[in-house]
């Protein structure tokens, strides 16, 4: 197992006054975890669990995904495990309908969330009750920068 030096994304957004990093670490960081799950996409591999504390940073800033324990191997996943705050809208829905299968692209969603995160130092409807939360997730508008300044 390779040794990640320099520690997590959220370890670095701890670094930070506001918990915000920059748009050229954001950008950086997206690009490495795209190409990572374009390899997971290439395997058939679902990982579930993408958040800040799973993506690490080597001693020279390459991106590295861990954490692989609830990942599945196919293309389409039926599971609920993960971090409520990353899950995508299908997977929620798959709590609710066993039925329901969705693809790797909420391992993108779950990007999404944490792009926003590393933006504005905190998960979008973080400040919700986890019923609310869930709602919002399945019915409400996809989230976005709230921040001016973005």
């Given at each position: ?19 915000s ?9 997206c ?10 996409q ?27 324990g ?62 609310k ?18």
């Amino acid at each position: 197992m390779e040794f990640c030096a320099g520690g997590s994304i959220y370890d670095l957004m701890e670094t930070k006054k506001d918990y915000s990093l920059g748009e050229r670490w954001i950008s950086y960081i997206c690009k490495g975890v795209l190409q990572g799950l374009c390899h997971l996409q290439d395997l058939k591999m679902i990982h579930h669990d993408l958040k800040p504390e799973n993506l690490m940073l080597t001693r020279s800033a390459d991106i590295k995904i861990i954490d692989f324990g609830l990942a599945t191997v196919g293309e389409t996943s039926i599971s609920v495990a993960g971090t409520a705050t990353y899950m995508a809208p299908e997977v929620f829905a798959c709590c609710q309908d066993n039925y329901v299968e969705y693809d790797n692209k909420a391992d993108v969603w779950s990007l999404g969330i944490i792009a926003i995160e590393m933006a504005e130092g905190n998960a979008p409807h973080s400040e919700l009750t986890e019923i609310k939360f869930i709602k919002r997730v399945i019915h409400g508008p996809p989230p976005k920068l709230t921040w001016t300044r973005w």
